[in-house]
């Protein structure tokens, strides 16, 4: 039986190691290719990312542009019709806490939307704050209610 410890990467050549600190002859004796002295010398050292050595880092020559809305933006959470048939049955209301109650959603939310995954064939009564084009024909074409919160 193969198990995981098993497994050999046959592909490519294993690399060597770098062995630093066996002397002059290996090229990374004494200082270990660390330079002489400073913070960069010592153990536990970590330089921050983007950092020049000193030098005017890059990142603030750089004009600040442009203005993006990722941060302030409200998602709302999915559901696809065929989502919603699984779940509900003929006559009842699909919304927020009817999602909540079924454990579709958990958690704060910014509302609901409806996409036109699967199809739909239950008599639903559907309460959200989004539909998409999609799910609207299919929504119309089943004779189904829904309403739109704004």
Known sequence: MIDLGKLKDTHRERKACKRVG????SGLGKTCGRGEKGAGSRSGYTRRFGYEGGQFPLYRKLPCRGFNNTRFRKALDVVNLGQINAMYEDGEVVNV??????????????????????QLTKKVTIEVDAVSEAAKEKLQ??????TVKS
Do not use: C, M, N, W
């Open 141 to 146: 074409q089943a004779k189904i209610k829904y």
């Open 22 to 25: 066996r002397g002059p002859g």
């Open 97 to 118: 806490e009817t999602l909540k109650d079924r454990g579709f959603i958990s958690g704060p939310t910014h509302g609901i939307k409806v996409l036109g995954e699967g």
